[in-house]
């Protein structure tokens, strides 16, 4: 007989203390109706960082987003305000916009349908005929959009809490890093092969450091000295130890965030947004990574930068930041490969799920969480 997914008897291993505790069964890695369950259950409420409001300075400027595969189109409009729509055209559907730039209106490449960039319908050609056709009713679909500290969130969920709800106690642990006055500096994407689960369980524990970025981030921040916290509503992984976390070992690096105090300025904080988003926040720059699965064995990776903006205004902002990058793109790839080469395991039949280390503990937490959401159709 065909296995049933959502079994809560398979899960009992899975929802255990960490240091008891064991990995999620294969089928949540592979199953197309695990996937479906998560996107629904999961994906489809809460808040999710799509970016910060200085990615579009000036009106008509727009990017895109995915929250598992839903589009969001974030556009600053005429009137200065940031909003929030789907692209998928009122007509019939195609997409209005990808990527991002700067319009004075959208127009479907499709029939020309045009929409301003506040979302309303301006013009539909050929239409007269269409009986009690009002354009005002046929504007793009708006989601919900609040700021915290520059950056925007959107919920697909017309009837969720508060952004400050759920955010928690998150302002106060990041408000010494000056969040709002931080400058988008720039985004690198990434599609992988592997589920979503498998780059946020990467980000969630340092115990791969010594192997996986043993060249790169070990010689900077090694596994020893990473503490792991559970919050209500996000993750925190924190530590104490000199200098910038945002550069190979003797790179240049940019002068500390201003106002840090004497301990503050040895700190690191990782908050891992639940589901998909972490922020990491080091004492001279800020850089937030989503994971937004695109079917239940690939996943869209967002790795963004942000520096103070009186770093970003030095003369030599350009030929340092550089070091960071590469930084990045040398620790992100070590962690996209291993991710992939995990999920090529996780598919082999012979597979079964293993034990946690005690620096796991919120991988555990982790696996308990998306097994809740789904099986309790949330919580
Ligand atoms: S689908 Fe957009 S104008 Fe027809
Ligand atoms: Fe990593």
Redesign the pocket.
């Known amino acids: 007989m065909a296995m049933n997914p959502f079994d809560i008897g398979q899960y009992r291993e899975v929802l255990r203390p960490c240091n008891e505790a064991s990995s999620m069964p294969s089928h949540c890695y592979v199953s197309p109706e695990w996937y479906a369950a998560e996107v629904e259950h999961i994906f489809m409420y809460g808040w999710h960082l799509v970016g910060r409001a200085d990615q579009i300075p000036d009106p008509g400027d727009y990017f895109s987003f995915e929250i598992a595969e839903e589009r969001v189109l974030l556009v600053r409009g005429e009137d200065d305000h940031v909003r929030a729509f789907s692209p998928a055209c009122r007509h019939r559907g195609s997409l209005v916009a990808q990527g991002d730039g700067n319009c004075r209106a959208f127009v479907c490449p499709y029939h020309r349908w045009t929409y301003s960039t506040e979302g309303a319908l301006r013009s539909a050609p050929a239409m007269e005929q269409a009986v009690s056709f009002d354009a005002a009713e046929y504007g793009l679909v708006e989601f919900r959009l609040e700021q915290w500290a520059g950056f925007l969130f959107v919920t697909l969920d017309s009837d969720a809490r508060s952004l400050e709800a759920e955010l928690g106690d998150l302002p106060e642990l990041m408000a010494r890093y000056r969040l709002d006055e931080m400058v988008f500096t720039r985004q690198k994407t990434y599609d992988l092969a592997c589920n979503w689960k498998c780059y946020v369980d990467?980000?969630t524990e340092?115990y791969?450091?010594p192997s996986?970025?043993g060249k790169s981030?070990e010689p900077v921040a090694p596994m020893q000295v990473w503490q792991y916290a559970v919050r209500e509503r996000y993750y925190n992984i924190y530590a104490y130890f000199p200098g910038t976390m945002g550069v190979l070992k003797g790179e240049r690096s940019f002068p500390p965030i201003e106002g840090l105090g004497e301990q503050e300025v040895e700190r690191h904080d990782l908050a891992i947004l639940l589901p998909n988003t972490v922020i990491t926040a080091t004492v001279d720059s800020l850089w937030w990574v989503t994971a937004s699965p695109r079917g239940p064995n690939r996943t869209f990776v967002m790795v963004n930068h942000a520096f103070p903006r009186k770093t970003v205004e030095r003369a030599d902002f350009a030929e340092i930041a550089q070091g960071y990058y590469d930084r990045f793109d040398m620790?992100n790839v070590?962690?996209n490969d291993?991710c992939e080469l995990q999920q090529i395991g996780i598919t082999q039949r012979a597979r079964r799920p293993g034990r946690y280390s005690d620096h796991e503990e919120l991988v555990g937490a982790f696996a308990a969480y998306v097994t809740e959401q789904v099986l309790e159709q949330r919580t």
């Open positions: 990467n980000s340092a791969h450091v996986v970025h981030l620790v070590e962690d291993i």
